[in-house]
């Protein structure tokens, strides 16, 4: 199907809050790891998010130009025209995006979508992240407001991040001091504050513990309960329509009770990074071993140019994520769910 519009993405973000389940939102920083999303959201007949990082549009832009608007484009065009050659709806999406960087990615990208909407064409992107979570709550909010109303216009969601999400991703390092827990109060807040921009859609990264990468089991206390706390002051003070559609990062490596409890809570969209990255590398790895000679010319031998030919192994490497991907909608309940069926 083409990339969701403005319409088809709001109905899978309710469906999903209604049906207790969340998409996976991988991120993708080649045209290799957004063919492995598409063929795995296939495969599991679920819908879901391709998002692109600050770092990641950097990067897809060439070591030689590290444009990140520029590398996110070239992604995002892509999916645009491989997503009609698969039978799910796919949604795309940026990643954190500071305060400071908002000049040189977000803007030029909802610019872009402003530029297309004018031709008659569909927006770039489905969805922003501003992550001003390292700011005052007020400061935070304060450009968040700016920016809805300029999304709301163009049919654009936008994400935002109170509390912080613990570790390090993309380079940018949570500080140890850093509050990984939100508050109802918190979060009470950007539903007031958000209802300036009324019938603007958003999506809202609240923390619960989260952090950034992998680490071993015990090191992270999860507590989705915090969620459904924030639900409820929400509902409470403003009515049904002031219901969250909340983001999971830093998901990676979470129990799956946790996560469930989280979906139940109105989680809809699950950042998954870390382990799409793992098993992209672990499965170049395993063929690099396996083939030492064959990858490598030993000893005055010639190697195997099938076993060294770069698509050989970035096959084996998009097919091991597009079944992680899989696993991911077992996950997060969505396998079975899409919406072109
Ligand atoms: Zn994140």
Redesign the pocket.
């Known amino acids: 199907m083409p990339v969701a519009d403005y319409a088809q993405y709001c109905e899978m973000l309710d469906r999903a809050r209604k049906g207790g389940f969340a998409y996976p939102a991988i991120n993708v920083t080649s045209l290799t790891t957004a063919n492995a999303v598409l063929k795995g959201l296939a495969d599991s007949k679920s819908d879901g998010i391709i998002q692109v990082s600050t770092g990641g549009g950097a990067f897809a832009s060439g070591s030689g130009v590290k444009d990140m608007a520029l590398g996110a484009t070239s992604i995002a065009e892509h999916v645009h025209r491989a997503a009609a050659r698969y039978p799910i709806y796919v949604a795309l999406h940026t990643?954190?995006c500071q305060a400071d960087k908002l000049a040189t990615f977000v803007m030029p990208l909802l610019e872009q979508t402003e530029r297309r909407r004018a031709a008659g064409q569909p927006n770039l992107f489905n969805g922003h992240m501003f992550d001003g979570s390292a700011l005052p709550l007020k400061d935070n909010l304060e450009i968040a407001v700016k920016l809805l109303e300029r999304c709301k216009q163009n049919e654009v969601i936008l994400e935002i991040e109170v509390g912080v999400?613990g570790g390090e991703?993309d380079g940018v390092k949570a500080s140890a001091a850093a509050k990984l827990y939100t508050t109802p109060e918190d979060t009470l807040e950007v539903a007031r504050r958000f209802r300036e921009v009324p019938g603007a859609r958003y999506l809202l990264?609240a923390t619960f513990g989260n952090v950034?990468g992998v680490y071993k089991p015990g090191h992270v206390k999860l507590r989705p309960s915090i969620l459904k706390d924030c639900q409820d002051a929400a509902v409470a003070a403003f009515g049904e329509a002031a219901r969250f559609h909340f983001v999971f990062?830093?998901g990676s490596g979470s129990e799956l009770s946790d996560i469930h409890e989280a979906l139940d809570a109105g989680v809809v969209k699950m950042?998954i990074d870390t382990d799409m990255q793992y098993t992209f590398t672990r499965a170049i790895a395993d063929h690099c071993f396996r083939n030492y000679d064959g990858v490598l010319r030993v000893d005055g031998e010639v190697g195997n140019k099938k076993i060294y030919d770069p698509r050989s192994y970035m096959t084996i490497a998009e097919t091991a994520m597009a079944a992680r991907v899989v696993r991911a909608t077992a996950d997060l309940r969505s396998a079975g769910t899409t919406m072109a069926q």
């Open positions: 990643d954190h999400v991703e990264a950034h990062h830093g950042n």
